[in-house]
């Protein structure tokens, strides 16, 4: 599955712990605006591990899953 151009850019600062939005959206050739508008939906919720995405209301994450998805 590929990623967007705004999730590569996401998963960049997250390796990059310098890098701002700016130069991330930069790097990869999405909108800066798209970056900032990810972190704000993001911040303060809880993200799964595996794709990054933000567990919604009534949904769970299965730790067993993560730990098999990860190993691979």
């Keep these: 599955m590929t990623k967007s151009k705004t999730q ?9 712990p310098g890098m701002t939005a700016y130069e991330a959206a930069a790097a990869v050739g999405v909108g ?3 970056v900032y508008q990810a972190l704000r939906r993001t911040k303060g919720k809880t ?3 595996c794709c990054k995405q933000v567990v919604r209301e009534g ?3 299965d ?3 993560v730990k098999d998805a990860e190993q691979q």
């Design 47 to 49: 993200i799964c591990p």
């Design 32 to 34: 800066n605006a798209a």
């Design 63 to 65: 730790r067993s899953a």
């Design 8 to 16: 590569q850019a996401l998963d960049l600062m997250q390796q990059n």
């Design 59 to 61: 949904f769970e994450i």
